[in-house]
């Protein structure tokens, strides 16, 4: 799965590449140039991925960081 | 009251509040440098998000997407704001978590700290301070400017005893926002700034959409009452006379108004002009954009990578899962503030409302115009103070960072222990921001002012995401040495300052590093170039370089972390 969401990412710069629309002068929705509708999707999409990274790719060494860390401060704070 | 008077009482209100925020914030200080300069690492989720997109957003997002959008079409959107939806959000996974972590664990506050750890050198520190201040003075100038010429642009005509265009003039409008920020700064350290990023991020939000509400639908009655709406009926296209119902409605005539030449790309020219639009010539052309270029913008949002006040921003969490909301959120909150500036942008191409010379040779001034000749006098201040909001809420974090490097990374440094006590080392931080400001103030007075925000934005980016390269391979490169570290930042800064003095220092516009491959000539971004060629110098230096020592490499990167320290490259 984590593969896969960084694959997503990789997706996400291929398609924010879109050639195919520069040229395209319609309106989505009667008021959104199409490029600009096209990449506020990439926008919405991103934070789809992004959600996905924090569930699938999020790195699993960093509760003993936060643990530890609190402790220093902790035994610091009573000396 | 005249209208100008009102703007400015309620900006003056606005900031008075964000001033009483500071000194609120400051009675629940610690009285510890940790607490004033990191919150003590205590910011939540939400703060955390509110905190990183206000830094991130500045005059650039509003004021320089506005213009840009103005003069170059809604292109600009795909150029910046998605391409940062993607990688800023990456930048805060992939360096912003691991960076907390590191800086909780070994107690740094700024990232020479973290590079002087990393790389076991002392001299990387005075290498990077001047280049890291000098890209931080750019980005000041960015947001100070901004101010000036927003207000300028919207209070033209409010005030002809001060200056003849009516205006008031940038230099005062850029002197009270320094001032105000340097208030809160000072009283409310990192904890202040933190809640008035999350403050001013509220306001400029609410505040950009009404303004978005009003200019929609002010343009649209306009292009009714002129005539220039449309209707089809019974198959033909006829003028339309009844007003416009709602904001929808509103969009719908509004958006049929841009020109072909701000909705695409691609090559327009006049005989591609839509039948339906009535623009003014001069926004019904424009030439190709090389996709090559377009590709390799891309690279300018890795600057966030490098910006040393995110780094102390990354550092104020509180724990490693009050990064995912800002991961999550960002890009959607980035589209929440770019398209409606992008659409007010090629909107005042359409010749629906009469965009005068000075402000169409000006692109900086178009938003502030825009809301001041489609919003009351009550509301417009409002919107200028939403405006202001976007500004300070970078200028805040980049005010405090720049103190916070000078104090940690050269004074504290490079005396004996325990020479400064807490209160002399926040008293020390607070004369160089103030130094800081002052020469970035100065600045603003000069030529440079004349710049495009946008240009000057770029500039500055360009410098910083050429500097990625290294933070990425510091984390998770056991290979990288001081040797190389030293070659990537030097060919980076000498590379930026050769290609940045090639475009007369950001006077022409729109420069670009140019190849001929293959009989045909491929436009790129000066970026590309700096970040190969400061990646290339970086990982071939530490190629044939001594490797760090054993005990660094098991400080980052042990054993159970994936593979064993002796194997290193």
Redesign the interface.
Known sequence: MKYLVWGL?VL??VL????W?????R?VF???????A???G???A??VV??L??KFA??S???G??K??SET?HSEAVS | MSPGVIKVLIIGVYLAALVSLGLFSSRLFRGTSKDYLLASHSIGPFLLLMSLFGTTMTGFALVGSTGEAFAEGVGVYAMLASSSGIIHSLCFFVLGIKLWSWGKKYGYTTQIAFFRDRLGSDKIGLLLFPILVGLVIPYLLVGIISAGKAIEGATRGDFLMLTESGSIPPWLTELVICAVVLVYVFFGGMRGTAWANTFQTIVFMVLGVVAFYLIATGLAAKSVESGRAHEIRDGQRVVRTEPPSGLMDSLHIVSQEIPKARRVRAEVTLSDQLATVEAPEKFRTRERMDPWLFLTYMLIPFSVGMFPHLFQHWLTARDANAFKLSVVAHPVFILIVWIPCVLIGVWATTGLIDIPPPIASDPNKVLGFMVKSLSGDVLGGFLLAGILAAIMSSLDSQFLCIGTMFTKDIVVHYSREDRFSDRQIILISRGFIIAVVLATFLLSLTTIAQTRVFQLGIWCFSGFSSLFPLAFLAIYWRGLTKWGAYAGVLTAASVWFWLFSASQFGAIENWSVDFTLGGSTIHTMPVATIFIASTLATVIVSLVTPKPDATTLEKFFPAADGGRVDDAM
Do not use: K
């Open positions: 990412v996400l710069v924010h590449q879109d050639l629309n520069w040229d395209n002068d309106l009667g008021f959104m140039p199409v490029t600009l096209y990449h506020a990439i926008s919405i991103a934070s992004w959600f990274a924090t999020w790195p060494d960093l509760e960081v936060t530890s860390a401060e």
